[in-house]
């Protein structure tokens, strides 16, 4: 799941930029989370959202803690966040670049700007793919879209959201079902570098979709709960945190 916020002071500009980043998302089968914020003390008031976000969208003029501030902020944690800057002014360029923006978009170009401006931060988040021979056939899947994978009964089951974003009462007949007869082991080998988590002998899980841990349990965005084992818990967590960069 592309995690992604928009931080803008004016409500006209936040659902402009909302409404063709999910338009773009969809249009190329993402799957993805928009948040809305109004200002820059917003975005900073939950400390996780300095490297939560995938990609975050950012109006530099805003009342009291400007768009730039607030980039200082997220870049203070060492973030790889994708930062657009969006504004009607453009004497500010030049410092917002400051803060290794992917773009600088003004907003009488939204329409034309954003789409281009995805295209260069999904190139540059280079989001993968990957290749199994289901029992169905052959299937390419972005290894973002794969929640997890289950083994059960001699085979390894795939849950994958297909596009939009994950509803917070999604289970699992909320997601396609790839299934395939080869070992877990053996696909947490093929997944090892694009963050997923052995969580449990039976479970793989996408760590991009577990939105926090607690009560011997993973609690995924989409509202799925997986069990972790009492003996596991431990590594499992600072897995978990070291990958969040959360400390």
Do not use: W
């Not at 989001?127 to 290894?143: C, H, I, K, N, W």
């Not at 053996?186 to 899980?205: A, C, N, P, T």
């Amino acid at each position: 799941m592309i995690q992604t916020a928009v931080c803008d002071d004016e409500p006209f500009y936040r659902e402009k930029i909302s409404s063709l980043v999910k338009q773009y998302f969809e249009k190329h089968d993402l799957d993805y989370a928009i948040h809305l914020y109004p200002s820059g003390e917003a975005f900073l008031a939950r400390h996780e959202n300095t490297v939560k976000y995938d990609v975050v969208f950012m109006d530099i003029s805003m009342q009291a803690l400007d768009g730039i501030q607030t980039a200082a902020r997220i870049r203070a944690y060492h973030s790889d966040t994708q930062l657009v800057f969006v504004t009607a002014f453009i004497d500010y360029a030049l410092e917002g670049y400051k803060f290794n923006a992917v773009r600088y978009i003004m907003k009488d170009t939204l329409d034309s700007a954003i789409p281009e401006c995805m295209d260069a931060i999904l190139q540059k988040m280079r989001l993968a793919q990957v290749t199994f021979p289901f029992m169905d056939g052959e299937a390419t899947l972005y290894t973002d879209n794969i929640l997890y994978i289950e083994s059960r009964k001699h085979k390894s089951f795939f849950y994958y959201m297909q596009s939009g974003a994950a509803s917070p009462t999604a289970s699992r007949s909320g997601a396609a079902t790839y299934q395939i007869y080869e070992k877990l082991d053996s696909i947490e080998q093929k997944l090892s570098d694009h963050g997923f988590l052995r969580i449990h002998k039976s479970y793989l899980v996408n760590m991009k979709h577990i939105r926090r841990l607690g009560n011997y349990t993973a609690f995924l965005d989409t509202g799925a709960e997986l069990p972790i084992p009492r003996l596991r818990y431990q590594t499992v967590k600072e897995q978990f945190v070291a990958y969040k960069g959360i400390l």
